[in-house]
C-alpha cells in the first residue's frame, strides 16, 4: 500500500519540483518529459551567438528539400531526431531603411494571404541589455493531418536582419513556449559590422 503511495504522490511531486528548478538556457529545460539542454553556437561568420538545444542536428539535405521546398530555404535549420521540432536562422537582405517593425507587419500580411485557416496568437518585442531587439509573433497553421505551430522572431544586427523560425506540432507547442522565448531574447551581436 505504501509503495503504491509513494508511486502516484512522491513520484511526480519529486518530478514538478525538479521541472521548476531547472527552466532556463543554462540550466536546461524540462520538455515532453526530459531535460533538453543548451549551447551558445555562433553562426554568420561569428556575426551572432544563439542558444541551440544540444539534441538537434543539421537537417540532412534531402529532408531540407522536402520540408522546405523553395529557393527561400532558411540558411541553417537545426531538427530534433524525430523531425518534427525545427530551428531556423536566416540573414535577410532588406533595405537599410526598412524598419522591423514594418517588416513583421509586412511577413504578417503575406502569410494570412498565403494561409487559409492561420491563427496569428502573439506578438512580441524582446530587448534584453546586449542582446538583439527581437521582433517576435507566434501563430498556427493547419497542415495535412495536424496542426503545426510557429514562432518567429526578427532583429537588425547593424546593417544585417537576422530571422529566426521555430516549429513543431501544436500539442508539443507550450512545452517548448518558454525555451524558444528565452532563446529569441538572448540573441548576442558579437562580431561589429564594418562600413564597406
Known amino acids: 500500500m505504501a509503495e503504491n503511495y509513494y508511486d502516484k504522490q512522491i513520484i511526480p ?8 528548478e531547472a527552466m ?28 541551440i538545444p544540444e539534441s538537434f542536428i543539421d537537417m ?8 522546405y521546398p523553395t ?24 533595405g537599410e531603411d526598412m524598419e522591423i517593425k514594418t517588416l513583421v507587419t509586412d511577413f504578417r500580411n503575406l502569410l494570412a494571404k498565403a494561409h487559409n485557416g ?4 502573439e506578438y512580441d518585442e524582446f530587448d534584453n541589455d546586449g542582446c538583439v ?12 493531418d495536424e496542426r503545426i505551430y510557429h514562432k518567429t522572431g526578427l532583429g537588425k544586427i547593424g546593417r544585417e ?25 538572448n540573441i548576442i551581436p558579437v562580431r561589429k559590422q564594418t562600413n564597406e
Open 161 to 185: 536582419t537576422v530571422q529566426v523560425m521555430f516549429n513543431c506540432r501544436e500539442p508539443l507547442a507550450w512545452t517548448w513556449k518558454k525555451a524558444v522565448n528565452d532563446i529569441l531574447q
Open 133 to 144: 531587439k527581437m521582433y517576435c509573433f507566434d501563430f498556427i497553421i493547419p497542415g495535412i
Open 13 to 20: 511531486l519529486k518530478v514538478r519540483n525538479s521541472e521548476a
Open 71 to 94: 529557393n527561400f530555404r532558411p540558411e541553417i535549420i537545426k531538427t530534433n531526431l524525430a523531425g518534427d521540432v525545427n530551428l531556423s536562422i536566416s540573414l535577410l537582405k532588406v
Open 24 to 51: 532556463s538556457l543554462d540550466t536546461g529545460y524540462y520538455i515532453e518529459g526530459r531535460l533538453e539542454t543548451f549551447s551558445k553556437e555562433q553562426y554568420f561568420d561569428d556575426l551572432l551567438s544563439i542558444y
Open 118 to 121: 492561420i491563427k496569428f496568437l
Open 60 to 67: 540532412p539535405d534531402e529532408i531540407k528539400e522536402i520540408k
